[in-house]
């Protein structure tokens, strides 16, 4: 791997380094970041005692006030719908049969069905705390009539129990008529766009049915929403990349030329492969130094995975659990059947709700914290990676609670540039006292 990331640990400190970068050090429990020398990151593997070394010990052993335990993820408080379970695309790696159909014949969710369970789960939701609707697919702008009905609903509901209601929509981007960009302004969408790089690309992973390239239809959508980006809540991108989408830095730079707030360079969840893990990992570090000599922090924050890791080094934020799934977050298929997670919808063991009801015996196998659940605790990274996905790890592994090593390996480097850039970053802002 190209990534040139040195890690050294002593007790609750890492040290990280990079050639041609100043050392960093990151308290695990304290989510602290700050500038090594090069007689302090030394010392943190040798066995000799020095001033250097008690000063890190003390350090190590430090407990801060101001960090926070993952407590945001226990309750309800986001819901993802498969408004369709049908797309309009047929991607090449589509995880939905390839039609967005899940296998499940019922194409359409039904808005009679879906009012009334959305009052059943808004009502677990405290007054004056926020819940997020996702609308998904399929492709869900093949049905805006019930995104249009279920968000109204949803409104009425939150505004008479003094919810705050946020809506994300995730589409192929093809089918943002003039009509669908009023209901989404309307909604003051949060937007995700699933765009695999330039047209050469895309096209060949994203067609339509019929064979022909999705991308100019996705590109003028992009641009209408753009155009009234003022209405919305934020535009991204998303992109998959794997072996078959191996290129983050042409798609990076194809991005950066759209106008959009963020992007999202999301792993094919299906690839095993430890060549191509570390072929991504290479290729995000370099897309990270190119976003860096850009705009610094802030050309480097509209990539998610390190926005996400500054937002949680910002807060000092524990980050006990990797996503939401079966405690802050649950997915509802064109059934009505509630799932932990949008990669399991179909999976008849899987369900754990219908309609007025949850199964508290099956919700109970998510209880603990995701680090706990998947044994992460002798990974140096594991608050700020959450203990991972347990669909990949499932994937690779067969268990949603054995780790994925590609995963991990992925994940630590990662965490540790996004531990040097943002100490990078701060230090531009407040001088810290260097070891």
Known sequence: ???????????????????????????????????????????????????VKRQLKSWSQEISP?????QLRKNLRSLSLNVTQICNLHCKYCAAGGD???????????????????????????????????FLGGEPLLYPEAIDMIAESAQEIA???????????????????????????????????????PAEVNDQLRPTKSGRGSTDLVLNGIQKLISRKSELGSVGISGVFGARNPDLISAYKFYSSLGVDWFDFTYDHLETRAEVSR?????????????????????????????????????????????????????????NNLYTCPWVVGRSKEVVGTQDTLSSEKLKAYEKPLVELNNCGSCWARYLCGGGCMYIHENKTGSKHRVDENF???????????????????SQLEERQTL
Not at 120 to 132: I, R
Not at 286 to 304: G, N, P, S, T, Y
Request: charged share 25%; net charge neutral.
């Open 1 to 51: 791997m190209d990534t040139n990331l040195g890690i050294q640990q002593m007790e609750n400190i890492v040290g990280l380094s990079r050639p041609g970068e100043a050392p960093v050090g990151f308290h695990i429990q304290n989510l602290e970041v700050a500038r090594l020398s090069e007689e302090a990151l030394s010392a943190l593997h040798n066995p000799s005692d020095s001033d």
């Open 66 to 70: 101001s960090v926070k335990s993952d």
């Open 100 to 134: 967005g159909s899940y296998g499940d014949p019922i194409k359409k969710i039904s808005v009679e069905k879906t009012i009334p369970q959305l009052r059943f789960l808004l009502e677990k939701v405290p007054a004056g705390e926020s819940f997020k609707i996702t």
């Open 159 to 197: 505004t008479q129990k003094q919810i705050r209601l946020s809506f994300t929509v995730v589409t192929n981007g093809t089918l943002l008529t003039d009509s669908n960009v009023d209901l989404l302004c309307k909604l003051k969408a949060h937007m995700t766009i699933s765009l695999d790089g």
């Open 279 to 335: 072929d991504f990992t290479d290729q995000l570090f370099q897309v990270a130094d190119l976003a860096w000599k850009k705009d610094k922090e802030k050309a480097l924050r509209q990539i998610k995975v390190f926005d996400h890791y500054f937002q949680l080094l910002d807060s000092q934020q524990r980050n006990e659990n990797y996503c939401g799934a079966g405690k802050s977050f649950l997915m509802m298929d064109a059934r």
């Open 408 to 426: 991990c390996e992925r994940t630590r480097n990662l965490i540790g540039l996004a531990l040097l850039y943002y100490e990078k970053s701060r």
